[in-house]
């Protein structure tokens, strides 16, 4: 047992890179599309609410794996030149995805920041775009900590397919290693399980994190 | 830019792929049931007071709920039967269900547990009053009242579900996204087969998700326990 893992563990460290870059690479995306889509639902422009809507409907109706296949195989077909750049159709399934279900969290806490605060805003002469940076925002924001903390484990999880799209990423390099040698494979995928959960653990205790904080100093 | 689209191939394509809808629909439901047995083994391990059975039941499910499905079913399809003295070798329509419903089964299983804390605390007393055995407590006082406000949110579940089933392609069971990919190579036409398995997709989730909406909107003014919900708002997938 330790044999293997001596043999194992390296094998994989190859791949940490990858999945770490994608990994952050979709979390920063994922909160840039969910802020702007969140903002888009909530504008007064219906045509900017109803186009947003059909993104939102169109990413969470699908599933990921799906998405990103289609990214991957399907857009540079349809227009003959296209993302054969692995590590950005990684990135942006993951995050379109994410994003559109990260949006609804926005939109859903912008919404529910109580109405006076819009009406004393009004009273208080700022103008919509004040009122959504100074009142509104910051109060919706911290509402949103506890889910943005769960969909961060979220990402990291879905990072795990890009292996699917022949992206080198640790499960690509166990994948390989099971191939040649079936004998390892409960070694393999334990060890990858554990490397999935040790990265996950900050973002536990980060989200936790998030609970407290928009808990705090608020009456319920 | 050209467009390179092609409606025949769609039309052919189509029949083809939707031969796969009742596997992936089957597998979807027997992972959904098997989800919905299991939370319930959840439920009532975190609720054994013994502290270090608490601590561990309480980080197998963290583990279990924080890594990625996909490695979870290479590790039952690949590694499992190769696990000296208790490794079996399973199919991999089973291995689907087994690595998908154990998954799911900790969020279910949180779920539920929201459902259980939302009874009155009344309902306990006024049950050990009447001398109910434990038995009777669960079956007919609380998991009565438990279990019908969570019906949205397991019927959200069961939406995620669907949309996560298709990872199961990737240890050889056949729905709708395997037999996209066997007509897209074969002849070269990845674009209009995937097309179609996110149409289906859409067409599927979508309407099931504006009626699971409307149901928890009814639910909601129904039982009232809208303190109670939101708070196992936060398992999402």
């Keep these: 047992m330790i044999n293997a893992l001596i043999e194992v563990f390296p094998v994989l460290m190859k791949g940490i890179n990858i999945t770490i870059t994608v990994f952050i690479l979709s979390a920063i995306f994922s909160y840039l599309f969910a802020f702007i889509a969140g903002l888009c639902r909530v504008s007064n422009n219906k045509y900017v609410r109803g186009s947003t809507s059909v993104y939102v409907e169109i990413f969470r109706g699908t599933s990921l794996i799906v998405q990103l296949f289609w990214l991957y195989y399907a857009i540079p077909m349809l227009f003959d030149v296209g993302i054969d750049n692995r590590l950005m159709a990684g990135v942006l399934a993951i995050s379109l995805n994410y994003g559109a279900y990260m949006s609804e969290i926005v939109r859903g806490s912008i919404l529910a920041v109580d109405k006076g605060q819009t009406e004393a805003s009004i009273a208080l002469n700022l103008s919509r775009a004040q009122r959504m940076r100074i009142v509104i925002f910051p109060q919706a924001l911290r509402m949103m900590l506890p889910e943005f903390g769960n969909y961060l484990i979220q990402i990291l999880k879905a990072t795990s397919l890009v292996s699917l799209i022949g992206m080198t990423d640790i499960l690509y390099h166990g994948n390989i290693l099971r191939s040649t040698n079936l004998s390892a494979a409960p070694t393999v995928y334990l060890l990858l399980l554990v490397f999935y959960f040790i990265m996950a653990l900050p973002l536990i205790f980060l989200t936790r994190k998030g609970e407290q904080i928009s808990k705090r100093g608020v009456a319920s | ?237």
């Design chain 2, 1 to 237: 830019m050209d467009i390179n689209w092609k409606w025949d191939m769609f039309f052919e394509a189509f029949p083809y792929i939707l031969q796969g809808l009742g596997v992936t629909v089957g597998l979807t439901f027997a992972c959904f049931l098997f989800a919905l047995i299991f939370g319930f083994v959840w439920v009532f391990l975190r609720r054994i007071k013994f502290k270090p059975v608490n601590w561990l039941v309480t980080w197998v499910m963290e583990f279990i709920r924080s890594t990625p499905p996909l490695i979870q079913l290479f590790f039952i399809y690949y590694a499992w039967p190769m696990v000296p003295g208790i490794g079996v070798s399973l199919s991999s329509f089973e291995s689907a269900i087994l690595g998908l419903g154990i998954h799911f089964s900790t969020y279910i299983g949180e779920v539920y547990r929201s459902g259980i804390e939302g009874v009155d605390k009344g309902q306990w007393e006024a049950s050990t009053a009447l001398n109910f055995s434990t038995r009777q407590k669960w079956t007919k006082i609380i998991l009565p009242q438990a279990i019908p406000p969570t019906i949205p949110m397991l019927g959200n579940y069961l939406i995620i579900m669907f949309k996560e089933v298709p990872l199961a392609s990737t240890i050889g069971v056949v729905g709708i996204l395997a037999l996209a990919e066997t007509y897209g190579t074969d002849n070269f036409r990845m674009l209009e087969s995937y097309t179609i398995v996110a149409l289906i997709f859409l067409v599927l989730s979508y309407p099931s998700a504006i009626l699971i909406n409307k149901l928890e909107k009814k639910m909601n003014r129904r039982f009232n326990k809208k303190a109670a919900l939101q708070e196992s708002k936060g398992a999402v997938v």
